[in-house]
């Protein structure tokens, strides 16, 4: 299973979460899937800002990568087919000189997940 960790940094003066960082390993995304689905583990365990260490090949997931699937209760997905076109559109341009399988990492800006699991609705979601 992935390891995920929580980098948080201060915003408004306020020590808050930015960006979950899901690192997967070598080979082990499924790129054949179209989805893959990961539990909400709150609280967070707290990284700050400073451990961030960008040693793997790692990908942005965007909002519209996100995706949720009642049948999963407290699992959030992130949409893979999305983000191989997006890799293959990229591609095409010049601008991704890698192969998908080389990629291990996705970063995902805390906002995004806030919005995508609707937690201003949500207490449990509550995490700022």
């Known amino acids: 299973m992935a ?3 929580v980098y948080y940094d201060y915003y408004d003066g ?6 979950m960082v899901i690192k997967f390993g070598s080979g082990k995304i499924d790129w054949a899937k179209k989805y893959v689905y990961l539990p909400i583990e709150v609280p967070f365990k707290r990284k700050t800002a400073e451990e961030f260490c960008d040693i793997e090949m790692g990908l942005s ?6 995706v949720l699937n009642s049948e999963k209760e ?4 992130i949409n893979l087919s999305s983000i191989k ?17 080389e990629v291990e990492t996705f970063i995902i800006q805390i906002c995004d997940l806030e919005e995508a699991l609707a937690c201003h609705e949500n207490k449990d979601y509550a995490w700022r």
């Open 3 to 5: 390891k995920v960790e």
């Open 14 to 19: 306020e020590l808050c979460p930015q960006w």
């Open 61 to 66: 997931v965007t909002l519209d990568d996100l």
């Open 74 to 77: 407290g699992y959030f997905g």
């Open 85 to 101: 076109d997006r890799v293959n559109k990229m591609r095409g341009g010049g601008e991704f000189p890698y192969r998908i399988e």
